[in-house]
Nanobody, 127 residues
Framework: QVQLVESGGGMVQAGGSLRLSCAAS????????MGWFRQAPGKEREFVAS????????YYADSVKGRFTISRDNAKNTVYLQMNSLKPEDTAVYYC????????????????????WGQGTQVTVSS
């Protein structure tokens, strides 16, 4: 069992930056690939970024590539999402998630492969 708690959301002007954190409970955090997803009002949840268990492989949605960076610190049981050059269309609730070990410890954009989810943190970007 893994419990995930996101933090770091807030309101920022376009062009600004935020860093989201996701703290995980459990001693097996380092076994899981992790992902960030987001959901804007009236829209489906979408993939943002993913990182493998060791942190040396990452994958991004085209919409955030070059602006967002996912990273992890297994000693701290935490995964991060550094968001730069934010745009109004980045406004959403952001969720971190842990990928099921059944699949693998590599990254993935498929949300159905993630079995543990946080409660989400709101990010609002004003124009």
């Amino acid at each position: 069992q893994v419990q995930l708690v996101e933090s770091g959301g807030g309101m920022v002007q376009a062009g600004g930056s935020l860093r989201l954190s996701c703290a995980a409970s459990g001693r097996t955090f380092s076994s899981y690939a992790m992902g960030w997803f987001r959901q804007a009002p009236g829209k489906e949840r979408e993939f943002v970024a993913s990182i493998n268990w060791s942190g040396d492989s990452t994958y991004y949605a085209d919409s955030v590539k070059g602006r967002f960076t996912i990273s992890r610190d297994n000693a701290k049981n935490t995964v991060y999402l550094q968001m730069n050059s934010l745009k109004p269309e980045d406004t959403a609730v952001y969720y971190c998630a842990a990928r099921g070990l059944y699949y693998s410890r590599s990254y993935s954009s498929r949300d159905y492969e993630y079995v543990y989810w946080g409660q989400g943190t709101q990010v609002t970007v004003s124009s």
